[in-house]
């Protein structure tokens, strides 16, 4: 079974029809035993990177979510859920996040380097590019579009977390992982069966 982190900010509805379609159990709650018996979690996200924090931290959620992949849990962050999986986010003053990666989630210029204007925030389909097609993630998954609604992106410390990016003017970090810990910019929900495949990988992760 997976768990779908329910502290407010997420995109319940959607992931957990995903979820629905693909006959995979799971549970949405906030609720830290039962959560704690899942196999997998999930952290969805949308909205302000620092009122997400905050609310994790006054919960206890964020130190249960470190324990509980420390401990070896897979978790899947999607969307906001994705770069609060990082050190810190520039979005309304500097905001510490759940520190599994190193890097930090920085704002769309709106402007390129030749001076033009682009629009912020990007948002629709973009394509996939694969940095590491050998990812027990992408198994078996196509380099096509997926759906983005996003004004920040993440900048890592480390390349080799990219499993795979979108261009929007720079290189947008549209996958991530760092050992058993995952993250999507896009919403696999919202990205048709190029989305499904991989929350179908990710619950194949999930039961190992």
Not at 19 to 32: A, F, G, P, S
Not at 84 to 112: A, M, P, Y
Not at 149 to 154: C, F, K, L, N
Request: glycine fraction near 12%.
């Amino acid at each position: 079974m997976i768990g779908i982190i329910d502290y407010g900010m997420g995109n319940l509805y959607s992931v957990s029809k995903a979820l629905e379609r693909m006959n995979y159990n799971y549970i949405v709650t906030d609720n830290k035993e039962k959560l704690h018996s899942c196999k997998g979690l999930i952290l969805p996200g949308v909205g302000s990177f620092r009122d997400a924090m905050t609310i994790l931290n006054e919960t206890g959620l964020a130190s249960f979510i470190k324990d509980e992949v420390a401990q070896g849990k897979p978790l899947l962050g999607i969307c906001l859920g994705m770069q609060l999986l990082f050190d810190e986010s520039e979005e309304n003053g500097i905001t510490t996040g759940l520190q599994f990666l190193q890097g930090k989630i920085v704002r769309f210029s709106g402007t390129t380097a030749s001076g033009e204007s682009y629009k912020v925030p990007h948002m629709g389909w973009n394509k996939l590019n694969f940095h590491h097609p050998e990812s027990a993630l992408l198994k078996s998954v196509e380099q096509g579009h997926v759906y983005f609604v996003h004004s920040y992106y993440a900048v890592p410390g480390n390349q080799d977390v990219i499993l795979a990016s979108s261009t929007y003017d720079v290189e947008v970090p549209a996958i991530v992982g760092k050992g058993n810990v995952y993250g999507t910019q896009f919403h696999p929900e919202k990205s048709s069966e190029i989305g499904l495949a991989i929350l179908m990988n990710f619950a194949s992760i999930v039961e190992g």
